[in-house]
């Protein structure tokens, strides 16, 4: 099942939203907007660093790939 999080933030502020996937696979987490985002995943519970990125997507946008276990929750957020 996809899941799809809109994060919103403004000048200075960092965004975030919390997933839990019911499917264990590759994600892509990605921002599509017209300022400099950058993005970044960690696991909720350990506050493990997955990656973070700066303007691997189209323009100054991120795009971060992950693996992502089923029924482990994950920490999304995004800045500019």
Do not use: M
């Not at 990605?30 to 997507?57: F, M, N, Q």
């Amino acid at each position: 099942e996809d899941a799809y999080n809109l994060i919103s933030a403004g000048a200075g502020e960092r965004g975030s939203a919390t997933f839990t996937p019911k499917t264990t696979g590759d994600y892509t987490y990605y921002s599509a907007a017209d300022k400099d985002v950058v993005g970044c995943i960690w696991r909720t519970h350990d506050e493990y660093g997955l990656g973070e990125d700066d303007d691997s997507g189209e323009g100054n946008n991120f795009s971060l790939r992950v693996f992502l276990q089923e029924g482990v929750s994950y920490t999304f957020e995004a800045w500019y």
